[in-house]
């Protein structure tokens, strides 16, 4: 069963940058999609990023496009998210689970559906601050 397991997180300074990472020890990673997600305080999980089992695909919530790059490589079974010019805004829980792929109905015209995809890791903790 996949259980993936989140890193990278911490405390940078706005304009920083920090590369997260999506992993998993038993299972292989590229029979999924994988979407990141983050949670703030007191808001709703909101889908930032996915991308499709081969790599060759990915989609970006538009409020991250420019700064946040999705990457996987599958011989190391991570997926990574790059996340540059960090902003207070950025500041959340983040987290990724599997689907079988990011396109309907695992998106809509809002973004990534969160209750359709599966295997949630713990999350890591991304903080921004001066």
């Known amino acids: 069963q996949l259980q993936p397991a989140e890193s990278g997180g911490g405390l940078v300074q706005p304009g920083g940058s920090l590369r997260l990472s999506c992993s998993a020890s038993?299972?292989?990673?590229?029979?999924?999609?994988i979407g990141w997600f983050r949670q703030a305080p007191g808001k709703e999980r909101e889908g930032v990023s996915c991308?499709?089992?081969?790599?060759?695909?990915?989609t970006y919530v538009d409020s991250v496009k420019g700064r946040f790059t999705i990457s996987r490589d599958n011989a190391k079974n991570t997926v990574y998210l790059l996340i540059k010019t960090l902003k207070p805004e950025d500041t959340a829980v983040y987290y990724c689970a599997a689907s079988p792929r990011c396109d309907p109905p695992y998106s809509d015209s809002t973004g990534l559906v969160p209750g359709l995809f599966s295997a949630w890791g713990k999350g890591t903790q991304v903080s921004v601050s001066s």
């Open positions: 991308i499709s089992k081969s790599g060759s695909s990915t």
């Open positions: 038993d299972t292989t990673l590229d029979r999924y999609a």
